[in-house]
């Protein structure tokens, strides 16, 4: 875009700065000089594609599972919620508006991208352009002041385990049959999480998946952890694993609930706050068209 360019030679003690879309009065000429101009906008960068893509109905009552890898994406039987939630790193509570069905409609997805080596970052982000295309998915970001909790550490200080091993990198990919959770990764059951050098901010994020809010890490606790937690789920925790699926019970029903447990078995306390949150706002979406 072409922009307009206006100078004005006046003596040095009657210039003054002119500023784009404002009235200027310059002193002592009783002159106003109006500038107005268009600023050049910057197009978004269009977000990478999948080069095949098939979405059909999902079956009411099969097993739910999603992600994406090995260039590809494959999500059976999950809602479009969910999947936003996924795609843009989120969960369901922050995804608004829209019709019922959003939440409640379920689909079968396989994708794959031209480049079978994408990374899943750009995978995620080839699952937005798919929305936006065959779910003719229109939408805009907000932040808003909402409930949250924060994690602190509790009166007496943190009892959670130091990893031995701070510097190996996460391990990625599924671990060994019967072994726990690799390096670098949470396993969630219906009242447990165990995890194995972990950052507090991957287990704050872990828990935002479980309660009705965001949980934000302010311990100010550095460094990687092993953790163990065990609860009796209470009324408001979310009963669905990240996919969808039912978990599992929890072995013992007459044990602390996840507030309580924190506390007691970790040395850390969730506080309910106020912050800022991210939210999806969905200005359009409609049903996908058949393959």
Request: aromatic share 6%; no cysteine.
């Amino acid at each position: 875009m072409k922009l307009k360019k206006l100078e004005l030679v006046l003596p040095r003690t009657e210039r003054s700065r002119i500023t784009s879309g404002m009235y200027v009065k310059l002193a002592g000429v009783g002159l106003v000089v109006v500038v107005s101009f268009a600023l050049a906008q910057t197009e978004p960068a269009a977000l990478p594609e999948f080069e095949v893509a098939s979405i059909k109905p999902g079956k009411p009552g099969a097993r739910t599972t999603f992600g994406v890898g090995n260039g590809g994406a494959s999500e059976v039987n999950v809602t479009l919620k969910a999947l936003l939630a996924f795609a843009y790193r989120l969960q369901e509570y922050q995804i608004l508006n829209g019709p019922g069905w959003v939440g409640s409609d379920r689909f079968n997805i396989e994708a794959k991208a031209a480049d079978r080596n994408a990374d899943p970052d750009q995978l995620r982000l080839m699952l937005q352009s798919l929305f936006a295309d065959r779910f003719k998915l229109v939408l805009h970001r907000e932040t808003r002041q909402s409930n949250i909790y924060v994690l602190v550490t509790a009166k007496g200080g943190p009892r959670i385990r130091v990893s031995l091993d701070q510097i190996s990198p996460t391990v990625n990919g599924p671990s060994a049959p019967g072994a726990g959770p690799n390096r670098g990764v949470m396993r969630m059951g219906g009242g447990s999480v165990i995890g194995n050098a972990v950052p507090l901010s991957l287990f704050a994020s872990l828990l935002s998946q479980r309660l009705d809010r965001p949980v934000v890490d302010k311990t100010n606790l550095t460094g990687r952890f092993d953790i163990q937690l065990q609860w009796t789920p209470d009324v408001g925790e979310n009963p669905l694993s990240p996919s969808g699926d039912p978990l599992p019970p929890p072995t013992d029903i007459s044990g602390p609930s996840i507030f309580g447990a924190i506390q007691e078995q970790l040395g850390l306390k969730l506080e309910a706050a106020r912050g800022p949150v991210e939210v999806l706002i969905l200005d359009q979406v409609e049903k996908p068209s058949g393959n």
